[in-house]
């Protein structure tokens, strides 16, 4: 089989990925608390069938113990040969009517723009037909050993992390295809490199025994919330740079983010400026981003005219690629206590730190990967970041150390829309995605 043969079987199939694909669609499975559980084991068992169908003999569903299942099969390597984890998952954000669909978003439907819209079709029901789609390319026989791990609770919390560590022996492979990103634009490859890290952190601010009158004691004593406000106010510089000392800070090397499209993606007002020095890839990628969550105070329906005794805030920040996610929320801690004025009483307490992950690109399953990008879609893939950070990765790095990742996908940043409404997918980059996995272990089988 070579790279003509197996482009030409990727278009074949793909009236069978939209039939697919609407079947996984057709399954609500959200898989938050509060939602039902039938459609999230309704689309584990959907997906149980595809992947069967497709060559995956021994697929079954992974009970995790606790949670939702995953969906795994694997195919052992011919000897000599490496293995590939082939990562997606079937769980979805929520579809409520108030985001505003044009169409049933359980309900895959073509529009005249080419694309299949409906929840989940891009993130990230996407990947697992991509995945299948590989192994129905190889007859069910690829030339590398194949691991096949479909997650049910991406989106909700998952419980994956925990069962990787205690059965390492499921999850060891060479490189981690990992399907649930996608290309800035459609037609235009990407190989995502760098995900930021995430530090989440609570301040909290106390001044007064209780709230007084404003009139009588204002002037003297401190607000709690005026002194959170002059804290949080130091995250940032005039131009809007994070002030938190010590954190690392780059320039994005890899390809640029167009302003105009980071505007009209965001939603951004007419008149609003950018915050911040530097590209929007170097903001977005390479220097790190913080947030106010949260603020707990008084609403302005229930305000009054008192001094307000305490008021708490949830900070958040993300950090830059390679950077050690507890090391930015440490500083973050110190940073805000330090700031605190007027002898109020201030904690900070750090609630949770994830790590950032960059991905080395001089490996074998990097090169075949961006090799194969090239020759599916036609012109070299350049290196982007993405803002999300994915604790999974670590789970699996750890069980494999040295193991290459690759992340990319068919949700496309342009279109997509992912967890909002009218979510889409580009069906060319589903095929182009297909053929470019199969063409990487065509490579990495050789
Ligand atoms: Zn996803």
Redesign the pocket.
């Known amino acids: 089989m070579d790279k003509t043969d197996l482009s030409l079987r990727a278009a074949a199939l793909m009236p069978q990925t939209l039939d697919e694909l609407s079947r996984l669609v057709a399954c609500p499975s959200v898989a938050f608390p509060g939602y039902p559980a039938v459609p999230v084991l309704d689309c584990a068992n959907e997906t149980l069938s595809i992947a069967q169908d497709a060559g995956f003999s021994n697929a079954r569903l992974l009970d995790l113990g606790v949670g939702y299942p995953t969906v795994y099969a694997d195919i052992p390597a011919p000897p000599g040969k490496p293995t590939v984890l082939m990562y997606a998952?079937y769980d979805i954000q929520p579809a409520p009517a108030e985001q505003g669909w044009e169409s049933d978003p359980f309900q895959l439907t073509r529009k005249e723009d080419g694309r299949w819209y409906g929840r989940g079709a891009a993130?990230?029901k996407s990947?697992v037909v991509i995945h299948t789609g590989v192994m129905r390319l190889f007859n069910g026989r690829p030339p590398v050993g194949v691991r096949l791990v479909i997650e049910g609770e991406?989106?909700a919390g998952s419980h994956l992390e925990g069962f990787i560590s205690q059965h390492p022996g499921l999850f060891q492979a060479d490189v981690m295809f990992i399907a649930?990103m996608g290309n800035i634009l459609p037609g235009e490859p990407v190989l995502t490199t760098a995900l930021r890290g995430h530090a989440l952190c609570m301040v909290e601010v106390r001044t007064l025994q209780t709230a007084l009158h404003s009139g009588v004691f204002g002037g003297v004593a401190p607000d709690a919330l005026v002194a959170l406000i002059h804290m949080l106010s130091k995250l940032h510089d005039e131009r809007g740079n994070t002030a938190i000392p010590g954190l690392g800070a780059s320039e994005w090397s890899g390809a640029g983010l167009p302003e105009e499209l980071y505007r009209q993606q965001s939603g951004m007002l007419p008149g609003v400026g950018t915050v911040g020095d530097g590209s929007v890839a170097t903001r977005l990628w390479s220097r790190p981003s913080a947030t106010v969550l949260g603020i707990d105070a008084p609403t302005v329906a229930g305000s009054a005219n008192v001094l307000i005794p305490s008021a708490r805030a949830r900070v958040a920040l993300r950090v830059p690629a390679g950077e050690d996610a507890a090391a930015a929320l440490q500083r973050l801690v110190e940073y805000l206590s330090s700031v605190a004025p007027w002898g109020v009483q201030a904690s900070v307490t750090p609630l949770r730190a994830s790590d950032s992950f960059l991905a080395p690109t001089s490996g074998p399953g990097c090169q075949a990967a961006l090799e194969a990008l090239e020759q599916a879609y036609g012109r070299p893939a350049s290196q982007v970041g993405s803002g999300g950070s994915i604790p999974l990765l670590q789970a699996l790095s750890q069980v494999s150390p040295g193991a290459e990742f690759i992340l990319w996908g068919a949700?496309d940043m342009a279109y997509a829309r992912?967890h909002g409404p009218d979510e889409s997918v580009d069906p060319m980059e589903i095929e182009r995605i297909m053929t470019a996995e199969a063409l990487s272990l065509l490579n990495l089988g050789k």
């Open positions: 998952h993130d990230n990947g991406e989106e649930d949700e992912i």
